[in-house]
């Protein structure tokens, strides 16, 4: 399997519930990021993860919980969402900083 | 606020034509530029990085950068009725303080449809 997988590719979930993204890629790259993309809206990064450790993180929600046990996976652990949380959930990764990233097919996340 | 700044669209070529899509970008310093094709329901697909001021032709793509005016393009030549989708324009700026570098910064893409 080469490239970017992630599951579920959807999910719909209750506010109250706990639920988890994953991502894995088969790239050989350091780094992997989550994006969120919602309707109208540019590309949001979430996290970034460089050789396991967190790079970067934009002001989310502590709703919104990563974890990267090795570089070829990442997780999202979500709980206690809220409805404006519904969008597509995007995994990339990239062998470096500056270097083009490669996505998944996503997770279309549905918060009822 | 680093921006990146594409025409919505929908912007609409005949079969055949040359499709000419826009960015502009706010990070002066940026250094790293993709294209990303987006069609609908599915994720971004990366057609095009450029790094330095010129054209970057691959196939049917040219990639135009202009740094000096923080332009970026794509045209797509021939253009065919597969290529209607979202064309993503995505910047990396450089390092700073509270930018490690490895975030690209996404327009919201432009529309692109091929009329047969």
Known sequence: ETGVTQTPRHLVMGMTNKKSLKCEQHLGHNAMYWYKQSAKKPLELMFVYSLEERVENNSVPSRFSPECPNSSHLFLHLHTLQPEDSALYLCASSQDKGQPQHFGDGTRLSIL | ?116
């Open chain 2, 1 to 116: 606020q680093k921006e990146v700044e594409q025409n919505s669209g929908p912007l609409s070529v005949p079969e055949g034509a040359i499709a000419s899509l826009n960015c502009t970008y706010s990070d002066r310093g940026s250094q790293s530029f993709f294209w990303y094709r987006q069609y609908s329901g599915k994720s971004p697909e990366l057609i095009m990085s450029i790094y330095s001021n010129g054209d970057k032709e691959d196939g049917r793509f040219t990639a135009q950068l202009n740094k000096a005016s923080q332009y970026v393009s794509l045209l797509i030549r021939d253009s065919q009725p597969s290529d209607s989708a979202t064309y993503l324009c995505a910047v990396n700026p450089l390092p700073t303080n509270s930018n490690s570098g490895y975030a690209l910064n996404f327009g919201k893409g432009t529309s692109l449809l091929v009329t047969p």
